[in-house]
T-cell receptor, first 117, second 117 residues
């Protein structure tokens, strides 16, 4: 039973380029969360998606960032025109449902480390 | 606006002794609390959780205590083992008005635990 998969694990981009980060949730999970961890900080919530729906994007920067979770395929976090401040570890988590917070643990992927030169 | 705080950046403990990691929160709407463990270059791994209707939850060597009046929770690890050396994050979430978990986690900054043999 494969866990949450993220790719690439490491991504290097030059300022102004686009970054695409992919997340495949655990089998049977239909909810995806993206978090960002800046150096020396904790994880910060960015966006929560269900299949074909963005439920909460309150943590997303207003510009350049977008996320999707299509009916088929992985969830994508897209960062346009990257800047040095976007350098961080980006983690994806998935959960099967959230009708019961006592059982619906979020399982995290290994993260994508984005470096902007 | 740091709603979940871990004021100790690091903790060093001797193998076999107790490790106590602390966490404070400011948002009284939080009603579900979790601890995650994270190794370098990996995603966070769920350890233990507690609902606000309880004041203690135990799972093997790990016990989480919740003091709602003080808005404080702690994780006790006993006995500590060298393999416990990692970064520990506390996180909090809250249910929406319908009683179902919203799922969005707010993390503390993390505490680096080092267990010496």
């Amino acid at each position: 039973n494969a866990g949450v998969m993220q790719n690439p694990r490491h991504l290097v981009r030059r300022r102004g380029q686009e970054a695409r980060l992919r997340c495949s949730p655990m089998k049977g999970h239909s909810h995806v969360y993206w978090y960002r961890q800046l150096p020396e900080e904790g994880l910060k919530f960015m966006v929560y998606l269900q299949k074909e729906n963005i439920i909460d994007e309150s943590g997303m920067p207003k510009e350049r960032f977008s996320a999707e979770f299509p009916k088929e395929g992985p969830s994508i976090l897209r960062i346009q025109q990257v800047v040095r401040g976007d350098s961080a570890a980006y983690f994806c988590a998935s959960s099967p449902s959230f009708s019961n917070p006592l059982t619906d643990t979020q399982y995290f992927g290994p993260g994508t480390r984005l470096t902007v030169l | 606006d740091q709603q979940v705080k871990q004021n100790s950046p690091s903790l060093s403990v001797q193998e076999g002794r107790i490790s106590i990691l602390n966490c404070d929160y400011t948002n009284s709407m939080f009603d579900y609390f979790l601890w995650y463990k994270k190794y370098p270059a990996e995603g966070p791994t769920f350890l233990i959780s507690i609902s606000s209707i309880k004041d203690k939850n135990e799972d093997g060597r790990f016990t989480v205590f919740l003091n709602k009046s003080a808005k404080h929770l702690s994780l006790h690890i006993v006995p500590s083992q060298p393999g416990d050396s990692a970064v520990y994050f506390c996180a909090a979430s809250f249910s929406n008005a319908g009683g179902t978990s919203y799922g969005k986690l707010t993390f503390g900054q993390g505490t680096i635990l080092t267990v010496h043999p």
